[in-house]
């Protein structure tokens, strides 16, 4: 199957910083990108989505960034906040294959 | 418009008993998939259902099993229940399901074997 993975399990930031969460997928065919944020006790979040033929999308203080060169997927959270703390997953889905596949998860953690 | 929502919540069995989890799309959505979420093995895909057929399967045994209604509600169903089967089983629904669809995921339905 796809392999979609994760830099770091674990990141900590100051509240009021900005955060970087990455993601490395491995098929080069990939054409569509979604990060979720999972909390405690929930089901994943839709976060903000991007398609192949672009390379940065913007939201509401987060920022996608897809780099296809290196099959890399970062998420920018600005002024990051407590209820910003939560696992953060990438998925990727595939035109050819038509189902997704997710990353382990980065934990982000805001101290206060 | 009402989420995506899953019944139980919660669920605790012993081994070899079996399971049915149900899943409520959003209204309008025909693509449900079902996904298992481990800590050790995060989110795997089952499968995916569209206009009641499945469309779309992942890895799993043959235990793991689902079906879709005319109405887009979804089931699935573990039979023969093993204690590694516990886990957040999450569904999730899109439009129709195309590579490009978003998917709304649900609670999740916690499941414990003893």
């Known amino acids: 199957g796809e392999s979609v993975g994760l830099h770091l399990p674990t990141l900590s930031v100051q509240e009021g910083d900005n955060s970087i969460i990455n993601c490395a997928y491995s098929?080069?065919?990939?054409?569509?990108f979604i990060w979720y944020k999972q909390e405690s006790g929930k089901g994943p979040q839709f976060i903000i989505d991007?398609?192949?033929?672009?390379d940065k999308r913007q939201g509401q203080r987060v920022t996608v960034l897809l780099n296809k060169t290196v099959k890399h997927l970062s998420l920018q959270i600005a002024a990051t906040q407590p209820g910003d703390s939560a696992v953060y997953f990438c998925?990727?889905?595939?035109?050819?294959?038509?189902?997704?596949?997710f990353g382990s998860g980065t934990k982000l953690n805001v101290k206060p | 418009k009402a989420g995506v929502t899953q019944t139980p919540r919660y669920l605790i069995k012993t081994r070899g008993q079996q399971v049915t989890l149900s899943c409520s799309p959003i209204?309008?959505?025909?693509?449900v998939s079902w996904y298992q979420q481990t800590p050790g093995q995060g989110l795997q895909f089952l499968f995916e259902?569209?206009?009641?057929?499945?469309?779309n399967k992942g890895n799993f045994p043959g235990r793991f099993s689902g079906r879709q209604f005319s109405n887009s509600r979804s089931e699935m169903n573990v039979s023969t229940l093993e204690l590694g089967d516990s886990a957040l089983y999450l569904c999730?629904?899109?439009?129709?399901?195309?590579?490009?669809?978003?998917?709304?995921f649900g609670p999740g339905t916690r499941l414990t074997v003893l």
């Open positions: 209204s309008g959505h025909r693509s």
């Open positions: 999730a629904s899109s439009l129709v399901g195309g590579n490009t669809d978003t998917q709304y």
């Open positions: 259902y569209f206009s009641e057929t499945q469309r």
């Open positions: 998925a990727e889905n595939t035109y050819n294959f038509n189902k997704f596949y």
């Open positions: 098929n080069s065919a990939s054409d569509y």
């Open positions: 991007i398609r192949s033929n672009m």
